[in-house]
């Protein structure tokens, strides 16, 4: 026999209440704390202003992986800022992915140049960023 417990409606809505900030927030937010503007961010993670605008004009957008990442690379975020900011789209930097590797590698060397970072994925049959 399976006991079922039902949850009562007004506790699942005042937990829902305590989300964290999305992405979209979150980014804009460290945005702002770095004192650049979108467009030196756009530019930098290699994405077009209208991907970026798309985005930004979305609270519940979710990039692709890569996005985010270059996202993160262009705030020039530390591994645990840019985890957190990629955590908020969904997504993880793990041991067991090449991609996911050599990213941290960069980040780590606190080389955040998207180009050389591109060639390396590429150099590793990896896709690349922006």
Do not use: W
Not at 52 to 75: E, G, Q, V, Y
Not at 95 to 106: C, E, G, V
């Amino acid at each position: 026999m399976v006991c079922e417990e039902i949850m009562p409606t007004g506790d699942l809505e005042a937990f829902l209440k305590k989300k964290d900030a999305g992405f979209v927030e979150t980014l804009l937010e460290l945005i702002q704390k770095s004192g650049q503007k979108n467009s030196a961010i756009y530019k930098k993670a290699n994405i077009t202003k209208q991907h970026f605008s798309k985005l930004i004009n979305d609270p519940d957008a979710k990039p692709s992986k890569p996005t985010a990442i270059a996202l993160a690379l262009a705030l020039e975020l530390d591994l645990d800022g840019t985890r957190d900011l990629i955590g908020r789209a969904g997504y993880a930097l793990t041991s067991s992915s090449k991609f996911d590797l050599i990213i941290r590698y960069f980040i780590q060397q606190k080389n955040y140049n998207i180009i050389e970072i591109n060639i390396a994925l590429y150099e590793f049959d990896q896709s690349t960023l922006g």
